[in-house]
């Protein structure tokens, strides 16, 4: 990643990196923290891509 | 525990992120029955929420949907006090979530971890959507 590129987030990362192997055309990935709640098993987002 | 199926919210097609809370255990005043009148029980809440995708969010929380904020909003309500059924405090948890406009769909549950001997739990669960 370019120094000039925009920050992404940790998922647009994964997915973006799923798409350098140019026969992947969609990616779901599904990021959860385990600590963020402390009563609460995990929290999380999962994100679809397609090129 | 048992196991959750989790929606599939996210789609890029439809340019939805899925934001969830999972298993988020609290004690709540709730129930029908004379025995649980004057005391909490444990209810375990999950939240699926549809949102609109952001293609780039840039790393920053206020161009997401925090689930830090849905999580004060489900504390917020339990403490209000006594609901009678789980039915009423997943509606209420439903309109919460629905405070941010970037809130398509609202998927909730809500289980009791007390209410039958013999069982792990019962509940209910809802969808909303705008």
Redesign the interface.
């Known amino acids: 990643m370019s120094s000039s590129e925009?920050?992404?987030?940790g998922a647009?990362r994964i997915a973006a990196a799923g798409f350098e192997d140019a026969r992947v055309r969609?990616v779901?990935v599904?990021v959860?923290k385990l600590e963020?709640?402390t009563?609460?098993?995990?929290?999380?987002?999962?994100?679809?891509?397609?090129r | 525990m048992s196991k959750i199926e989790t929606p599939r919210f996210a789609s890029a097609v439809s340019g939805i992120r899925h934001v969830f809370i999972r298993n988020l255990e609290l004690p709540a005043h709730i129930g029908v029955y004379r025995q649980e009148e004057g005391r909490t029980q444990p209810v375990r809440i999950n939240v699926d929420l549809a949102t609109d995708e952001i293609a780039d969010a840039q790393d920053m929380l206020e161009n997401v949907v925090d689930y830090h904020v849905i999580e004060k909003r489900i504390r917020a309500i339990i403490a209000e006090g006594h609901v009678r059924l789980a039915e009423t405090l997943a509606e209420r948890i439903a309109a919460a979530c629905f405070e941010d406009q970037r809130v398509r769909t609202v998927r909730v549950r809500v289980e009791k971890l007390a209410a039958l001997t013999h069982a792990e739990s019962v509940g209910i669960e809802i969808e909303r959507t705008r």
């Open positions: 925009a920050p992404l987030t647009d969609t779901r599904r959860e963020a709640l009563h609460a098993e995990s929290v999380g987002i999962e994100i679809e891509r397609s």
